[in-house]
């Protein structure tokens, strides 16, 4: 009888533990229910800019813009850097009828922060577009700790556990609504505008591309798509990586945000979708070749997953790793689908009256291994060269001279800017706006700019001249380069420079003043490991 007692209090014992654990295992984690509300001034300036008249005056016919960007495109990773992997002859030959931007950077090394200071002109950190988007953050502890210790997350690290938005705070996640887009711009003087592609500026009311300018949108409102339905089609080489990453983005493609859109509508599409956003710019082009037009084309080429036509693949037969065998496809897919763009630009005679820009928006992603940046330094997420020095060229014909090279720094938003200027726009008063007008720039060879910065959380750095300061998030750790000598920064100076570093991060501290803090938080940061150098950047 004792025996059985003891049995019994040992098994209560027991349940009790497990129901304990499971408890807590179950428990939601704390959420903030807190909408995020634009900036009300910022808001009311942008409704009387808009609807105000534009009292610019110019005599000139209104120029078309095309803006090409491709998706985790390495600088090193095409022929008109000097790559020697990928010939790019469509890429070059834009590049060659005006100007290659030899230090071309974007605002920040990540997609959605990257776009949002593309599009805007400002630098995201300004108005608190300063990480992804998040579409899941962890429900309960289970989620949180599973995720944290059992999953092999590779170089993405989890963040501690914080207070995480509610599904309702999610929604208010995106571009905030207060910030003017260059398709805004377009608009207000009488332009059609187009977006054909990735979107990634948020997904819900008030955020899609039609809320922000666009009068027509084909293309995904996620970080990434499937390039093409994953099934039997022979003439689809699809290739996996094995990278958490990979599995999700595989999973998810063509679910909810990820599903193809024309406007508002879901499509089930079949073709593929590099060849695709091709055809949708060249009937758009078609339509509005009467009038002034619009068009970005924000590629999903060559970010994951890696999915290629096979007569792409098969340029490259003397290429046996298939990772790089596939990327490099998916390079070439992407510089013809440029091509046909500028072909339809000159068959309908719209070349003297066409603007195109051509960009990445971000460094490669070389977690894939099917790049490395080399020569430059890092990737994708780090502020080393690797992760925002990207290909960048401009074609205007009559106005920016063919084969023209600008070898000092420019910037991602001076697109916005360019845009401003080519479309004879007068810009709000009520906010700053970062980017200089990049024709008059080339054509009378003046400085850009003289400093550039990134933010993602703690991880910071300025360009300053020829100088480059670099501080890890979570370590605070300082780098200090000097990029005429060291563009693949090798040789850290900062131990003896303690005065550049002093002056450099004073600058830094200067252009904090006038951002805010980042609208929603980071689940995420990621780990580089350059050897005796750890490098780590919230994403």
């Known amino acids: 009888m004792a025996t059985y007692k003891k049995i019994t209090k040992i098994v209560v014992s027991i349940l009790i533990v497990l129901l304990l654990l499971a408890t807590f295992l179950f428990w939601p984690i704390n959420t903030d229910d807190t909408l995020i509300k634009e900036d009300a001034k910022l808001a009311e300036g942008k409704k009387e800019f808009l609807l105000q008249k534009d009292t610019s005056k110019t005599s000139t016919k209104q120029p078309n813009i095309i803006i090409l960007l491709a998706d985790d495109l390495g600088k090193y990773d095409i022929s008109l850097y000097g790559g020697k992997d990928t010939p790019t002859p469509q890429i070059d030959s834009l590049a060659a009828s005006g100007v290659t931007f030899t230090d071309g950077y974007v605002s920040s090394s ?67 609504q207060s910030e003017i887009t260059f398709a805004d711009l377009a608009k207000r003087k009488g332009y059609n505008t187009a977006i054909i592609g990735k979107w990634h500026l948020g997904h819900n009311k008030g955020f899609f591309p039609l809320d922000r300018g666009f009068d027509y949108h084909y293309g995904f409102y996620q970080a990434f798509s499937l390039f093409a339905p994953e099934d039997d089609n022979p003439d689809i080489i699809n290739h996996h990586h094995k990278d958490f990453t990979d599995k999700v ?32 710019a060249e009937a758009f082009i078609d339509k509005n070749k009467n009038k002034p037009f619009l068009l970005y084309v924000p590629f999903n080429a060559p970010h994951t997953p890696f999915q290629v036509r096979k007569k792409y693949y098969d340029r490259f037969p003397n290429v046996k790793d298939e990772n790089k065998r596939v990327y490099f496809a998916m390079i070439s897919a992407l510089d013809n689908a440029i091509g046909r763009i500028r072909e339809k630009v000159k068959k309908e005679g719209l070349e003297e009256n066409t603007l195109i820009i051509f960009a990445s928006d971000n460094g490669g992603a070389d977690y894939t291994f099917a790049t490395t940046n080399a020569p430059l330094k890092g990737g994708k997420f780090s502020h080393f060269e690797g992760g925002i020095n990207v290909p960048f060229a401009l074609s205007w014909k009559g106005k920016i001279k063919p084969h023209t090279v600008y070898k000092t720094p420019v910037s991602s938003l001076d697109i916005f800017t360019t845009i401003a200027s080519a479309i004879h726009s007068d810009l709000p008063k009520d906010r700053v706006y970062d980017g200089v007008d990049l024709i008059s720039t080339v054509n009378e060879n003046k400085i850009a700019h003289k400093d550039l910065y990134w933010r993602s959380g703690d991880a910071k750095a300025i360009r300053s001249g020829d100088w480059k300061l670099i501080i890890s998030g979570k370590t605070h750790e300082k780098w200090l380069y000097d990029l005429s000598k060291d563009k693949s920064e090798t040789t850290d100076l900062a131990v003896k420079n303690p005065q550049k570093v002093k002056e450099l991060e004073s600058a830094l501290q200067n252009w904090e003043k006038g951002l805010v803090k980042p609208l929603w938080p980071n689940l995420m940061h990621y780990e580089f490991d350059f050897g005796k150098q750890k490098y780590f950047v919230d994403l």
């Open 110 to 176: 990540i997609c959605s922060p990257s776009r949002a200071g593309l599009i805007t002109g400002r630098y995201q950190e300004r108005f608190g577009h300063e990480f992804q988007p998040g579409d899941r953050y962890p429900k309960n502890n289970l989620e949180y700790y599973a995720f944290k210790y059992l999953i092999n997350t590779d170089n993405w690290r989890l963040n501690p556990k914080i207070t995480y938005p509610s599904d309702a705070s999610i929604a208010t996640q995106g571009l905030p």
């Open 249 to 280: 983005i595989w999973g998810k493609g063509r679910v909810g945000i990820g599903k193809i859109r024309r406007d508002t509508t879901v499509i089930d599409e079949k073709e593929y979708l590099t060849e695709k956003f091709a055809d949708e």
